[in-house]
């Protein structure tokens, strides 16, 4: 392992064992790959690539918050969202967007790096159409640590692609439609998982929280919120009792994803008459969404208006054909759901309910978490659970 290999794997693992839960989760969900060719540090939203001069060049506080800047654009989802933008301004404004915030935590970023207090507060999106005259003026320099311009990869080995860092640290993550959707997908899951821990710790930075919270909220969608509420639920560790077999190829030892109560899930169907053919659609999407992305262990699906009615089960990933679906419409009742669970041993780890909520018989508390997805406006509130409410 080289010397800026361990100054990597030593404060990723600092990170996440000490007051820097989030960001060291994260840190060790990725791969970390030296490049020469790369000025600093940057990410594709798959992997962070660093050059093992800059590396050792600076202080370990310095490279606490550059990892944590690399981390932030991940978490912000940043390789998906520069697509379509001057890769070069977009790179700029995103850097001014999270730099700020980080600095204000108390981390120590390197002289080089972007900051401005004109943008404090300001969404990268916001800064991005303010920099074309304040570029002119400033000059700023491209990459996201205030390095010169790298140039394309050049990486030995079958399967390496050519990297260009010369627009700056964030690259475009590339890839068809539905690799984007799987990353973002990923992102989503990981980001949520980090949050949980950090937040059962008490160890989650203010000022970045907010900068998530921030960015998030005009796109905030039932995706990101399931992953909120399945997070604790379906919870991933490590251990590192078992190795991870990815980075000791890599000469670094670093602990293995331990991955604990990865169980049942049973998802409940509103078919009753008061459910729209389109709402009735959308709650299929939103199915096989669970059954291909999250992939519990068997996701029971139960139909149900006054009573269950059909009961099928999936294994993980296993898609369900929307083809061949055929709904009793009846009226509306969710207690059958959880006595049907009950009186048939399912057991899930947690329920999801898919409703307009046109009921009031909720039945018992079934004894494990609850997730309702509402479409329409009936203000039924059910008396256990968390709720997610559709467009529609």
């Given at each position: ?62 490279l606490k918050a550059v990892i944590i800047h690399e981390i932030m654009h991940v978490a912000l989802m940043h390789p998906l969202r520069i697509k379509g ?238 083809s061949e679906f055929q709904a009793q419409r009846g009226g509306t009742r969710f207690r059958p759901v959880f006595d049907y669970s009950s009186e048939h041993d399912l057991k899930p780890k947690a ?42």
């Amino acid at each position: 392992m080289s010397e800026a290999s361990k100054r990597i794997v030593q404060t990723t693992v600092q990170m996440a064992i000490g007051g820097e839960i989030f960001f060291g989760s994260l840190a060790l969900r990725y791969e970390w790959q030296a490049d020469k060719a790369c000025p600093t540090m940057a990410t594709d939203g798959r992997r962070f690539y660093y050059n093992p001069d800059f590396v050792l060049s600076i202080t370990q506080a310095e490279l606490k918050a550059v990892i944590i800047h690399e981390i932030m654009h991940v978490a912000l989802m940043h390789p998906l969202r520069i697509k379509g933008h001057d890769h070069r301004k977009a790179n700029i404004a995103m850097d001014f967007a999270i730099n700020i915030p980080i600095r204000d935590c108390g981390y120590k970023l390197p002289s080089m790096a972007l900051l401005d207090n004109r943008y404090a507060g300001m969404a990268w999106e916001q800064i991005y159409k303010l920099l074309p005259q304040q570029q002119q003026k400033q000059n700023q320099p491209s990459n996201g640590q205030g390095q010169g311009q790298g140039q394309p990869s050049q990486d030995q080995g079958q399967g390496q692609q050519q990297r260009d860092y010369s627009n700056g640290d964030v690259l475009s993550a590339g890839g068809t439609a539905e690799e984007r959707a799987d990353l973002e997908q990923q992102i989503m899951t990981t980001v949520a998982q980090a949050e949980q821990t950090a937040r059962e710790a008490g160890k989650m930075p203010g000022a970045l929280r907010d900068l998530l919270v921030q960015v998030r909220e005009p796109e905030e969608d039932y995706r990101y919120l399931f992953q909120k509420f399945m997070a604790p639920i379906f919870p991933v560790d490590y251990t590192w009792q078992r190795p991870s077999r990815r980075f000791m190829g890599q000469g670094m030892y670093m602990p293995s994803l331990l991955k604990d109560g990865v169980g049942k899930l049973v998802v409940g169907l509103d078919t009753s008459a008061s459910v729209s053919k389109v709402e009735l659609e959308m709650f299929l999407g939103l199915i096989n969404h669970f059954l291909t992305k999250v992939k519990p262990e068997k996701t029971h699906l139960l139909y149900c208006d006054t009573t269950v009615y059909k009961h099928e089960m999936f294994k993980p990933g296993q898609p369900m054909d929307v083809s061949e679906f055929q709904a009793q419409r009846g009226g509306t009742r969710f207690r059958p759901v959880f006595d049907y669970s009950s009186e048939h041993d399912l057991k899930p780890k947690a329920f999801v309910y898919l409703t307009d909520m046109e009921c009031d018989d909720f039945g018992p508390d079934p004894g494990v978490p609850v997730l309702w997805f509402q479409v329409g406006n009936y203000k039924s509130r059910p008396p256990f659970g968390e709720v997610i409410r559709l467009k529609s």
